[in-house]
């Protein structure tokens, strides 16, 4: 039985990989042959995309009545995107810092995180208080697009960043009836790889005599954290560190605005004590943790990198 759990756990999350690929290049091909411009793509249909996989994940959790891993995974994702995926693009190359990654980009991942924190506080999160999310998610991604289009030789490195990579996502080959069937394949992917590493996972969580909460912020998160880890590591490698810091930070921005205020419009999700008290705290915690780090001689380099490893290897072990 331990076996097939985790058969399904990495049979899910290889699934969610490849449905997220699929969807997200059969749209930015789309949008591009109807003349979306690549700053928009960027920030809508790929910064969107990196977080398919929690979205699936979550959305499977919550409509099969498991909150603890549908919530756990988004908190769980956003404090490994810090402490374990910038930790390590980091050791492999530091990290550049701009101005206003300082003055917009991180305040705003900050600000949604607290947001996310306080309308959880009453220990549940409503369609009403998803909808706010959502909104806000399509507010600020008006307005940084527009920074993008107006200013785009001094944009954001989040927009700069997403629309390079919107760029390398289109496929060069095939009709645009091929490229829908992409988004229709990507879709019903997403929604099958969802379903089964939420049942391997919540199925190890019993096998294991760990509670689902633990599973959710550990095993789901990771899992759907792995595109993300290996989109930072190559753009590390290859020279575009700047990618790496703008790929998590995009990312935890939307896990909290679209992918919580999506599940929780779809189906309220219920929050349980434990997480408000000590996993929040923590993603808050890494979050604040990132900005002297990020401000310190304006890279995140090797030194940094360590310690935000450090700091999430104490996490784990302080995980009841």
Avoid at 109 to 123: K, Q, Y
Avoid at 219 to 240: C, F, N, Q
Wanted: proline share 4%; net charge neutral; no cysteine.
């Amino acid at each position: 039985m331990t076996a097939l759990a985790i058969f399904l756990v990495i049979l899910g999350i290889v699934l969610l990989a490849t449905g997220g690929e699929l969807l997200v290049r059969g749209a930015v091909t789309v949008a591009r042959r109807l003349n979306v411009s690549p700053a928009l793509i960027g920030l809508t249909i790929v910064a969107m995309g990196t977080s398919l996989p929690e979205l699936a994940a979550s959305l499977a959790a919550a409509l099969r009545l498991h909150p603890d891993v549908a919530i756990g995974n988004v908190v769980g994702s956003n404090i490994i995107n810090v402490a374990a995926i910038a930790a390590t693009a980091a050791l492999l190359q530091p990290l550049p810092v701009y101005p206003k990654a300082l003055r917009l980009e991180w305040p705003f991942m900050f600000l949604a995180s607290w947001v996310g924190f306080l309308l959880a506080r009453d220990g549940m999160i409503d369609r009403l208080e998803g909808g706010f999310l959502l909104l806000s998610l399509v507010l600020f991604t008006y307005y940084i697009a527009r920074l993008a289009q107006t200013e785009s030789a001094e944009a954001p490195p989040l927009a700069q960043a997403l629309t390079e990579e919107a760029l390398g996502k289109e496929a060069k080959t095939g009709g645009t009836w091929l490229q829908v069937a992409f988004i229709v394949v990507g879709i019903a992917v997403l929604t099958v790889g969802g379903r089964i590493l939420v049942t391997g996972a919540v199925d190890l969580a019993t096998l294991a005599g760990v509670s689902e909460r633990i599973i959710g912020l550990t095993v789901v998160a990771v899992g759907t954290s792995l595109p993300e880890l290996a989109a930072s590591i190559v753009a590390a490698r290859r020279g575009h560190a700047e990618m790496a810091l703008a790929n998590v930070i995009g990312s935890n921005i939307f896990n909290i605005l679209g992918v919580l205020g999506t599940v929780a419009l779809v189906h309220p999700i219920p929050v349980t004590s434990a997480i408000l008290r000590s996993d929040m705290w923590w993603m808050l915690g890494f979050s604040l943790l990132l900005y002297p780090l990020m401000q310190r001689r304006h890279k995140v380099a090797k030194t940094e990198g360590a310690l935000l490893l450090v700091a999430y290897v104490v996490y784990l072990v302080s995980l009841r």
